[in-house]
């Protein structure tokens, strides 16, 4: 069997990603610091899949623990990257940490890579990438703009330190994978997004303001350039997304990629408001939430959703789920956390 390391395998995608692994047959070993996710995780994966993935909790900061850990796994044939720090506010106030976190952690893991007989890589990227893109649908030649915070500055730092290293180790076969927004949980509802404190993202805001968790959502700005004045993103099951990580592993493992450093979107290409997020999660809830209108957020872009005729054609995955599909596995994941 195949050995794929997961970094950041008990988070929110990386937990779903290694369902979809297993699924294919993969042999998983996940490392995680634990920092902003639970070992609980690993029962979740275990009672969908039946197959228990091998776990060591380590922090990528220390070079020397990564260097051990890849002397024991010489036969890994590839990487998926998902440890990194992800809070856009946080990092406002902590650049260092996360320069650090994000950026070293990758450059420690890119030289062991280097050193396997498979080096064979993904990262997780953003479309925070592009900023407010001139034109929709943002395709991957759209022009990357200076990032809004030190989070999204890591991963087009991220996405630099990759090309560089293919620019001059052709032995290294990368893709980054830019997503849009991710949401929703795994329709079994044992594994989901767990956010830890307040929700900064719009949809476990909805579930836990409908769980009674929250008082009340405040929609930020309803008075942007857009059909109804909501801000436009193209929301992208978890699922799905974690089968497009399968699929450019699997593009790797048998040489198929195009060259050895390749992007591509993983969205919808569906763009919809902050109000259709709320109608669809009514519908699939059966129940009215409660939200008010607030001013603008800061850094907000009025509109990001993805050309996907890259992924489509050339990557050969496409969404399946519907924003409604999405919505429900949120609130079904919601209402098992919280014995609803
Ligand atoms: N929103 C609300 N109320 C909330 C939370 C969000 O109205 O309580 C709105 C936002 O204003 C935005 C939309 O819902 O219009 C989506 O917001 P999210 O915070 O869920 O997602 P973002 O598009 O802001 O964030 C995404 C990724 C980040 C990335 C960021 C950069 O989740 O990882 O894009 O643009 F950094």
């Known amino acids: 069997m195949k050995k794929i390391l997961v970094t950041g395998g008990l988070g929110f995608i990386g937990s779903h990603t290694v369902v979809e692994l297993q699924n294919e047959g993969f042999d998983v070993v996940i490392i995680d610091d634990l920092s902003n996710s639970s070992v609980d995780v690993l029962e979740g994966i275990t009672s969908i899949t039946g197959k228990i993935p091998l776990f060591e909790k380590l922090d990528l900061k220390e070079k020397s623990s990564v260097e051990s850990f890849f002397q024991n796994h010489k036969d890994i044939v590839g990487v998926i990257h998902f440890a990194a720090s992800k809070a856009v506010g946080e990092s406002v106030e902590k650049p260092l940490d996360y320069y650090e976190n994000n950026l070293n952690t990758l450059i420690y893991i890119l030289k062991e890579v280097l050193n396997l007989n498979a080096s064979n890589f993904i990262f997780s990227s953003s479309c925070t990438v592009y900023g407010q893109a001139e034109k929709m ?55 989901g997004e767990l956010p830890i404190g307040v ?142």
């Open 137 to 191: 649908p943002i395709t991957e030649t759209a022009p990357i703009q200076a990032a809004e915070s030190p989070y999204g500055n890591t991963k087009q730092i991220g996405e630099e330190i990759i090309r560089d290293t293919c620019n001059v180790k052709s032995e290294l076969n990368a893709i980054a994978l830019r997503y849009f927004n991710p949401i929703g949980a795994h329709p079994s509802a044992k594994i």
């Open 199 to 340: 929700p900064q993202n719009l949809v476990p805001y909805i579930t836990q303001t409908a769980a009674g968790l929250r008082a009340c959502l405040s929609v930020f700005g309803n008075d942007y350039p857009t059909p109804d004045g909501t801000c436009i993103r193209d929301y992208i099951h978890v699922v799905d997304l974690a089968k497009a990580h399968v699929i450019a592993l699997k593009r790797l493992v048998e040489n198929k990629n195009a060259s050895n450093f390749e992007t591509f979107n993983i969205g919808t290409g569906v763009g919809s408001s902050v109000l259709e997020v709320i109608n669809s999660f009514e519908k699939a809830s059966g129940q009215s939430l409660n939200y008010k209108i607030a001013p603008r957020r800061e850094g907000d872009v009025i509109s990001a959703y993805a050309h996907t005729e890259k992924a489509n054609t050339i990557l050969g995955w496409k969404a399946q789920s519907s924003l409604d599909d999405a919505m429900q596995s949120a609130w079904d994941w919601e209402k098992h956390i919280r014995n609803i």
